[in-house]
């Protein structure tokens, strides 16, 4: 299936956006970022409210756009972005809730592979019920925390939950298959990339804990992500500095 663009959901033309994409869930995060971390934006997607801007950080041109919650949604802008509008690379920053015993509020986690419960990978034409990120991005994103010597970062499988009140009995399972976290939208990236033979990262910061009910507020949620930001924007840097 071909896709034209500007979609129904998308009204940027050809060359409004960047090949390099940062992808929050949230609108509200993404206006955060270029707000704090871009010069020279430019918007160039208001429709539902699923905010798109361009700009630059540093020399790097880079564009930021929402996903909204959930596979459907992110398995919808993620497509556009790579078939309609050539994006190469797409880095989920998102939030998740911890699994594992050593994961505590606020770490990043890097997801190298993700396996869901929603038939959405049998729906595009994958078998498997795992994919994985890009492994160069992986390697890349691995040099990045040595360099910055960023001490709470963690790396694994991750699980994408179609639910998000989901029985505490499921995310037990989880914690005791070696998961490090859940979360809803990574399965749907990493899928899309794959099938597009385009390049996908998913960062994620820790904000709640559903087995142990803690967590944090929507607000913090919003604006107290920076140091995933930054390691998607360095990473970003890298990817085009590399000629990738």
Excluded at 43 to 53: A, I
């Amino acid at each position: 299936m071909k896709i034209d663009v500007p979609t129904v959901h998308n009204e940027a033309k050809k060359g409004d956006i960047a090949h390099i994409v940062i992808m929050p869930g949230d609108p509200l995060r993404a206006k955060y970022i270029v707000e704090k971390y871009l010069t020279n934006v430019v918007c160039y997607n208001k429709v539902r409210n699923v905010f798109g801007y361009t700009g630059m950080y540093n020399n790097t041109k880079i564009s930021v756009q929402a996903s909204g919650m959930g596979v459907a949604s992110m398995g919808i802008y993620s497509r556009e972005l790579y078939e309609g509008y050539d994006v190469d690379l797409i880095i989920r920053v998102g939030s998740a809730g911890a699994l594992a015993d050593n994961i505590n509020l606020r770490d990043v986690i890097v997801s190298e592979e993700v396996t869901c419960d929603s038939n959405y990978l049998k729906l595009v034409g994958i078998n498997e019920n795992t994919v994985c990120g890009s492994s160069k991005m992986i390697e890349s994103v691995k040099e990045l925390i040595e360099k910055e010597n960023i001490q709470n970062a963690k790396f694994g499988k991750t699980f994408t939950s179609l639910l998000f009140y989901n029985d505490k009995s499921n995310l037990i399972k989880c914690a005791e298959e070696g998961y490090l976290a859940v979360e809803m939208e990574t399965s749907a990236l990493y899928a899309n990339a794959k099938l597009a033979n385009k390049d996908a990262l998913a960062i994620f910061t820790v904000s709640d804990n559903p087995i142990k009910n803690i967590g944090l507020n929507s607000s913090e949620r919003e604006k107290t992500f920076n140091e995933m930001i930054e390691i998607a924007l360095k990473l970003s840097e890298k990817y085009e500095q590399e000629g990738n």
